[in-house]
């Protein structure tokens, strides 16, 4: 079922599937709330699966910075357990992938006495531009800055494959005709899509909040042979976010969501049903404590 939203001024669209503990999937940049569906195909008998749809946050005609998008999505989670029905002092995981895990953790931060667990997937690190391994984005991402360049180049025959290498590892669908994702309208799409995150990234401190440790148990999940960050990234994450729990997909890229759900969904019932239960005890000692 979909639900629209309004936070501030912005629409937003909401669907939720099952019942049971609530637990938000948050899809990355340039992401869709289907990327979590294996997710809740699997999920959806044992949580009530909420999936965001982020969009309006980063597509908008108004530009908002990471730290504004973090605090509409810290709303977002409050008004979303309010409409639904349900206790506003009900807490809630959240399980976030990339962009979205970066946003998620600042949001997070700010209500985390709301919130049982959280886990990223494939987070996105502070300063990713500078940290990021896959040269085809950071070709693109300097290309953007040439009046004209990102248009030139995906119509070059090393820009043709490029493009399709990209949309490999972010499993977009460009059909039978490969060469339909160069349409005008597609160009223009990606070039406002580099610009908006060039522009999120770069008006971000990075040496603020985001180094600092949210008071939550967080699970890090990540593919080991993700192409836009290394081990050695996510080892870093692990250390300074204060991870509880970490596991690695041997053959896993990017979209882990999409394309390893048969491994992640286990570890995820298992981590967010541990985290009911702490809370469940720890309601029974308050109790018997008062």
């Not at 949001?107 to 990713?128: C, F, G, H, Q, Y």
């Not at 080991?224 to 976010?241: G, H």
């Not at 969904?265 to 981590?271: H, R």
Request: proline share 4%.
């Amino acid at each position: 079922m979909i639900h629209k939203m309004q936070i501030n001024g912005l629409d937003f669209k909401v669907s939720f599937s099952g019942n049971g503990p609530i637990v938000f999937l948050v899809h990355g940049f340039g992401g869709a709330p289907s990327d979590w569906d294996n997710v809740v195909h699997n999920l959806h008998s044992d949580f009530c699966l909420v999936k965001l749809d982020l969009r309006p946050l980063y597509q908008g005609d108004d530009k908002l910075d990471f730290d504004n998008q973090a605090r509409y999505m810290s709303d977002l989670f409050l008004k979303c357990v309010e409409a639904f029905g349900v206790e506003m002092k009900e807490s809630f995981h959240v399980v976030a992938t990339s962009y979205g895990a970066a946003v998620a953790l600042e949001a997070v931060r700010v209500i985390s006495e709301r919130v049982k667990s959280l886990t990223l997937i494939n987070p996105m690190p502070v300063d990713p531009i500078v940290k990021m391994k896959m040269n085809a984005l950071k070709v693109l991402f300097f290309l953007n800055s040439i009046p004209g360049g990102v248009r030139f180049f995906v119509h070059s025959r090393w820009g043709f494959k490029m493009m399709l290498t990209l949309a490999k590892v972010f499993k977009v669908n460009v059909g039978r005709k490969e060469h339909s994702i160069f349409s005008m309208r597609k160009v223009v799409l990606v070039q406002k899509a580099v610009e908006r995150f060039l522009w999120i990234v770069k008006s971000k401190n990075w040496g603020g909040e985001l180094s600092k440790v949210v008071e939550v148990p967080t699970f890090l999940i990540y593919g080991q042979e993700d192409p836009l960050f290394s081990k050695k990234i996510y080892e870093s994450i692990q250390s300074r976010w204060s991870i509880a729990k970490t596991k690695i997909c041997p053959l896993g890229g990017h979209m882990l969501p999409k394309t390893h759900a048969h491994v992640i969904t286990p570890e995820l019932y298992d981590f967010i049903i541990s985290k009911e239960e702490s809370s469940k005890q720890f309601k029974l000692n308050v109790e018997e404590v008062g």
